[in-house]
């Protein structure tokens, strides 16, 4: 992936807020190495992420000309003059205080050595037993969801426990005491300043000596100095049989006498160990049930040397920004496996066993969700590890993602030739291919159908009769017409739109002085932004039966329900107007007049023998079925390669667009305060008084040009590819 020009730029815009002082002098580190931490990261690490170059990115921030702009903005420059001023005049006696403390030379030098590890190189690593920890937060995730269905099927049949989502925590937890434990967790900030940091550790390590003073004696007995690979570490370990289990009770929730005891045992065992000091050029802290995942750091096989760290290699001279790396393991467990549906699956079988609800409903239910959980698992596939990196450029900043997962929904084998039909230029292009799949569609069939034999079967026994027999007329004009749309959708729809390309589309070039007549008119005109579906086609004859089909079901249930309910309008849909055009043919229903909207905008569509698009314009929807080569640089300036999906945003463009209404928006606003933008500044050193203006502050004329300076600075960064 690549950032289109200036990405540098934008960070100039978002980094207005950062602490300009805590970086100072911190961006030295463009000669090191690109991440010296990878030296200590160990090859079965869950993840791994590092921060690069932080300090020497601020830095191009403040020298930058839209840095410079934001600080002339008379807005930014009374501000500064009043945080000056409050701060060497502080009203508050704790800021006072705290600005006081900051003169102190020690402080000076902590915050001072805050910049230098945040400036230069922060990465965390988990450990190997960082998958197992996810792994059981994603089975206490799925838990509770699976205890809450069962409580709404409990509620509509006029029973509900309140407890069942703990209940069904609690059972998870008692049948995975094996993955209860502290992950390995380790951040690490890389030193420029040695002396200063060891001198900071220092004080720390007096501060929590005077506080270990006061404290009881288990967690006065848990701290410690040791020596880890060869550095000092202030160390300190405490365990669950510090809380006050006396005052935990899980009885309410047990289905059998000691049901969590062993669970409650586990707890109580479990230790926390919290590392802190400086090994090499690195301040590391550290978490996990020990100092092993410490002590691991820097010895063994290296993640640097795994395959899947192989691309960076080719990157590793340029000025790098960030690593990130999950390995299959952690990946696996973050997401959704077959284990934790047939896990869910069996707990929801456990409860729906001792569940409140008639036999023959539940006997149903435990068949039907071992089937919704095979169903289920085959959207699921092999997860694989992932590897990232981004590095600046002279264009800006460029990225990379490898995915080593096994995919099979989309389709990656051919170029996206949907690229060619998204107008040249938008402002935002989504497209994708996915695998053509129409078994899906009956897996949705089927399990709509099921969903409604339970309506059927619990919830309708306790209507009324007047609405039981209000559902059955219903139902008697409903269905038949259901059955005909299941049909034109599985055997026209779908194998008309078998090429699986889709892509939605953003642009912004339909222009009006006047959208709507409530609105007022504009001098010049005003953009619109333009949305747009696009679909590959197979079968363009097909895609027209399948489209009238659905009109005429349509108009079918709008007469039935009309017959039914005479207070429901039997206004049908006409067939759509047309046109043919350069690109193919454009079906369209032009707005009434009442609705008062230019008459540009109408719902359109259009159909060529391999595109289909939907727009809310005729002009729109032509440029879209008419072939256009894309105008993007980076990974997209060749399209004839093979692609599963494309991402093209032109930011600059998008606030181009928004501009002139945002202009618009601010003028009609100072308007209303009493003034309007043609006002002229005010004279310095005169105190005009005039209606919506302050005395001591800004002229509409001077906050409408501030205004076009913040969109102005907001175009430095110009879009992702």
Known sequence: MRYLPSWVQAHRVLGVTLAVAVFSGAARAADAPPAGSLKFVPADAGFYSCTLRAGEQLQAVTKSKAWAKIKEMPTVKMGLQHLQEHLKNPKDPKLAQLLKLYEQPENKQLVELLGDLMGQEVFCYGGPNTADFLQLLASLQGSGQIGNIINQIQKAGGLKDPKAQQKMVLSTLAEHLELIKIPDFIIGFKVGKRDDATAQLKRLETLVTQLLQQAPPPVKQGYKKEKIAGADFMVMTVDGSLLPWQKISLKDYEDKEGEYDKLIEKLKTLKLTVSLGLRDDYVFLALGESTAGLSKLGSG???????????????????????????????????????????????????????????????????????????????????????????????????????????????????????????????????????????????????????????????????????????????????????????????????????????????????????????????????????????????????????????????????????????????????????????????????????????????????SNNVAVLAISKPHAERLLTPAKVKAGGPLADTSKPLAGAVIFDWAGLVTTVSPWVEFGMDEWLKKQGSGAAAEPEQEGTAQKKKGVRKDGPSPAEILSQVKTGLEILKCFRGYT
Not at 477 to 492: E, G, N, V
């Open 301 to 607: 096989e290296l993640l640097a040397d795994r395959p899947e760290l192989k691309p960076l290699a080719k990157y590793a001279g340029n000025k790098l920004t960030s690593i990130n790396y999950a390995s299959k393991d952690l990946r696996s467990s973050v997401g959704t496996t077959p284990k934790d549906i047939d896990n869910a699956a069996a707990e929801a079988k456990k409860y729906l066993e001792k569940a409140e609800i008639p036999d023959g409903v539940r006997e149903k239910l435990i068949k039907d969700l071992g089937e919704l959980a095979r169903d289920i698992k085959s959207f699921i596939h092999e997860k694989g590890a992932l590897m990232s990196f981004a590095f600046l450029s002279d264009q800006g900043q460029e990225s990379y993602t490898y995915d080593w997962s096994h995919n099979p929904s989309k389709d990656g084998s051919k170029p996206l030739t949907l690229l060619d039909h998204v107008g040249g230029a938008p402002l935002l292009a989504v497209v994708g291919r996915s695998t053509y799949k129409p078994e899906n569609y009956q897996l949705l069939v089927k399990w709509v159908k099921k969903a409604n034999s339970y309506f059927e079967e619990l919830v309708l026994p306790l209507a009324g009769e007047a609405e039981k027999g209000k559902y059955e007329q219903f139902t008697k004009i409903f269905y038949p017409l259901l059955q005909r749309l299941d049909k034109a959708t599985s055997t026209m729809l779908l194998p008309a739109l078998k090429d699986g390309q889709s892509a939605f589309v953003l642009d912004g070039k339909l222009t009006s002085k006047q959208w709507q007549k409530l609105l007022p008119t504009t001098d010049k005109p005003m953009p619109i932004l333009e949305p747009a579906l696009v679909v590959g086609v197979s079968d363009a004859d097909l895609l027209r039966q399948a489209m009238r089909e659905y009109r005429t079901i349509t108009n079918e249930l709008i007469s039935k329900l009309h017959d039914l309910q005479p207070e429901v309008p039997d206004k049908q849909i006409p067939e759509p107007e047309t046109q043919a055009v350069k690109g193919g043919t454009l079906y369209f229903y032009p707005l009434d007049e009442d609705l008062g909207v230019d008459k540009q905008l109408m719902p359109c569509a259009g159909l």
